[in-house]
């Protein structure tokens, strides 16, 4: 008969030991988020903020209502960036600074033919494009209001609260 070492035994024991303890190490490496995959970071420019900070006009107003104010702005600033991206996205680029004045009321300078005639499209197509262009202003800004709520109807508030902060 075969006389089994206990030396022999602790080996195997330790070597299935080891390979299960790689195995684990291994299907947890494969599962990790590596650097903050699932987080989106914030910069804090310090530069910018100084800027911006520069540029407030100088008011009576109280710290809360500056502070208000300016996230509304913010808010505002972000569905510009976010409609300007997606018209760049798509290659219309032109067409948006083209119409992007209907967004601030400056749209009475130049008039809708006028503005046809240099994107190619009629007075009613720019009409459509205008009216597309300000219904996703309205989605992308109720959007950036909803990231900050934790529902619709708390986004609702939000958005009349943003409006009377503008006027």
């Known amino acids: 008969m075969h006389k089994v070492s206990p030396e022999k035994g602790r080996f195997r024991t330790w070597l299935l030991n080891c390979m299960k303890h790689f195995l684990l190490n291994e299907?947890?490496?494969?599962?990790?988020?590596?650097?903050?995959?699932?987080?989106?970071?914030?910069?804090?420019?310090?530069?910018?903020?100084?800027?911006?900070?520069?540029?407030?006009?100088?008011?009576?107003?109280?710290?809360?209502?500056?502070?208000?104010?300016?996230?509304?702005?913010?808010?505002?600033?972000?569905?510009l960036d976010r409609l300007e991206s997606e018209y760049a996205a798509n290659g219309r680029e032109s067409l948006y600074a083209l119409i992007?004045?209907?967004?601030?009321?400056?749209?009475?300078?130049?008039?809708?033919?006028?503005?046809?005639?240099?994107?190619g499209l009629s007075e009613g197509g720019v009409k459509t494009a205008v009216h597309r262009l300000r219904k996703r202003y309205r989605e992308l800004i109720r959007a950036t209001v909803l990231e900050t709520v934790a529902s619709g109807s708390q986004a609702d508030e939000e958005l009349r609260h943003l409006m009377s902060v503008l006027n």
Not at 43 to 48: G, R, Y
Not at 108 to 115: D, G, H, L, Q, R
């Open 27 to 79: 299907w947890k490496k494969a599962k990790r988020i590596r650097r903050g995959g699932e987080y989106h970071f914030v910069s804090l420019n310090a530069d910018e903020a100084e800027d911006r900070y520069r540029k407030e006009p100088a008011d009576n107003m109280s710290a809360d209502r500056i502070y208000e104010r300016r996230w509304a702005l913010t808010v505002i600033e972000n569905a």
């Open 100 to 119: 992007k004045g209907a967004l601030t009321g400056r749209e009475e300078k130049t008039n809708y033919a006028t503005i046809g005639g240099r994107a």
